[in-house]
């Protein structure tokens, strides 16, 4: 860490970026912002099969969207580029022909039938992993079988080849992971994973140790899904002589379905009924139609809520304390605090960070909510009424939409009414409190939620009634529903002008439900 800390989130334009890979990137910028060190942001596109068209500028925006802007990016730059795997196209080679010369990899020249050939033998000998390993390397068509003059012959004539590594057959792999500690493998369950693949692209495998050694990347904070690959990373670190500035690496546990069963997948947002993406997007999918998928944006989660309830998932601070912002939450990260094991997904929590979030704003921060829908239903409004009507619901919705859906009755006069709370509130006292309310409330000169209140109050007083049996038939007539926010300020709101009209409007258009 003395040298800086440089880490990188490395994605790949396949799609819409999963929930996991955005908590991967906040993970790793709070580690270098901790550390006053630098977030690389690295495209890995070398899979060009996959390759989805919009994926990298859906990545982009996601990660603007809940606060994440890389140092080094495709768009940015900086010292280390291009960011982008399939403009780097020509430097992984030179590395694999260089494993290859040092005796530490080797062309292979197998057809896709010879290889199902292979698994299927491997399979017939009850072998559970069938692999391209150290053992049934020797029986097939590479350069550790074939003779100079053979390979040279297939090299020249332009035979499709890949390059293998060739992993020793008996040696222990280990590496010192910052979550879990010591992982230790035997070379033996490695396979001769593909380096340079038939296309002349490198695999992930090569192309992310090369530009994460000349990106000079301190440390690699990724998901538990590379942990396998980390002793092949280790040992190509080896034979290519940078072990001792091999990145330090920490691998982030699972996210899980609600009910723990299995990692949460892109896929099931559909099947569960919530967002499991930062932000709406729509790509073709394999059969060429398109496919959209929803995002916690597009669904009304803030921003600043999102990224803390994603940062619990998988770390906790050691305190009872819930509520961070991205400067706080750099301040405290430790990748100690990291789990091992997996972290249920909790779209409850979700939405009660997405309250407290809401909560925590003034009303005047709320009326850029509101704004839309009085513009394009042309409603007058003030500033100054926006925010009291923030302020008012801000208290009872869960997400910024809801203020709408929530406080469309401050705008328009009650069309219709519950008619439960009719049938059973507004009877003839009710009537006759109301219409002498009506009478009585222009002689208030300063018309707020304690005036309204006194008002109503003496009136009830004088006839011996207590305020609990006007008071939801009093919401009925002004926002036609049985519950809703404090009705004293819903009245000030109003002001006292359309307070009278709904009374009125109520009292000659509702039934009166007659006492025994």
């Known amino acids: ?36 060190g630098k977030m690389v942001l690295r495209i890995e ?28 990016s495709p768009k940015v730059g900086g010292e280390f580029g291009p960011y982008r795997q399939s403009e780097r196209k020509d430097i992984y080679m030179d590395y694999a022909k260089r494993l290859v010369d040092e005796g530490n990899a080797y062309y292979a020249f197998d057809t896709s039938e010879e290889l199902e050939a292979m ?4 399979k017939a000998a009850k072998v559970d992993t069938p692999q391209y390993n150290a053992i049934t390397r020797m029986q097939m068509k590479n350069s550790l079988t074939l003779t100079e003059d053979e390979v040279k012959e297939r090299l020249d004539s332009g035979a499709p080849y890949v390059i293998r590594l060739k992993v020793p057959r008996k040696e222990d792999v280990r590496l010192n992971d910052m979550v ?18 038939s296309d002349g692209m490198p695999t992930y495998h090569l192309a992310n140790v090369v530009d994460d050694h000349l990106m000079k990347i301190t440390h690699v904070i990724r998901g538990e899904e590379w942990l396998p690959s980390a002793p092949l990373h280790v040992l190509l670190y080896k034979f290519l002589g940078w072990e001792d500035t091999m990145p330090q690496f920490a691998h982030l546990p699972l996210l899980l379905k609600p009910d723990g069963n299995g990692k949460l997948s892109k896929r099931d947002g559909d099947k569960l009924g919530f967002p499991v993406f930062p932000i709406t997007g729509e790509f073709a999918g394999k059969d060429g139609k398109p496919e959209t998928f929803s995002g916690f944006r597009e669904a009304g989660y803030l921003p600043d809520a999102f990224l803390n309830f994603l940062a619990f998932l998988g770390w906790n601070p050691g305190t009872e304390e819930e509520i961070f912002s991205l400067e706080k939450l750099t301040e405290v990260f430790t990748v100690e605090r990291i789990g091992k094991s997996g972290t249920k997904f909790d779209i409850e929590k979700a939405k009660w960070y ?14 850029s909510y509101l704004k839309p829908n009085l513009t394009g239903d042309h409603i007058a409004y003030s500033d100054d009424m926006l925010s009291k009507i923030c302020d008012t619901l801000k208290e009872r919705v869960t997400f910024p939409q809801e203020i709408w859906t929530e406080g469309q009755f401050f705008f328009t006069t009650p069309s219709s009414y519950d008619e439960g709370v009719v049938a059973k509130k507004w009877d003839e006292i009710a009537v006759s409190v109301f219409a002498e309310y009506a009478e009585e409330i222009n002689s208030i000169d300063s018309f707020n939620a304690e005036n309204a209140k006194g ?7 004088e006839r011996g009634l207590k305020i609990g049996q006007v008071m939801q038939s009093l919401r009925i007539a002004l926002t036609g529903k049985g519950s809703g926010p404090d009705l004293m300020e819903i009245m000030e709101i109003l002001g006292k002008k359309e307070v009278e009209k709904r009374i009125l409007k109520a009292i000659e258009v509702l039934p009166v439900k007659v006492n025994n």
């Open 180 to 197: 879990r500690g010591w992982v230790m493998v035997h070379s033996s369950a490695i396979d001769d994973k593909v380096l340079m693949k």
């Open 119 to 122: 698994r299927e033998r491997l």
């Open 1 to 36: 860490m003395q040298n800086g800390v440089r880490v990188r989130f490395a994605p790949s334009p396949t799609g819409a970026l999963h929930i996991g890979g955005v908590r991967t990137a906040l993970y790793n910028y709070l580690f270098a912002k901790k550390h006053n």
């Open 455 to 461: 008002l109503l109050m003496g009136i009830l007083e």
């Open 45 to 72: 596109d070398t899979d060009q099969a996959r390759y989805v068209e919009g994926a990298e500028e859906y990545i982009l925006n996601a990660l603007e969207w809940v606060g994440i802007i890389p140092d080094e």
């Open 354 to 367: 997405n309250q407290q979030y809401l909560k925590a704003k003034t009303g005047e921060e709320l009326t």
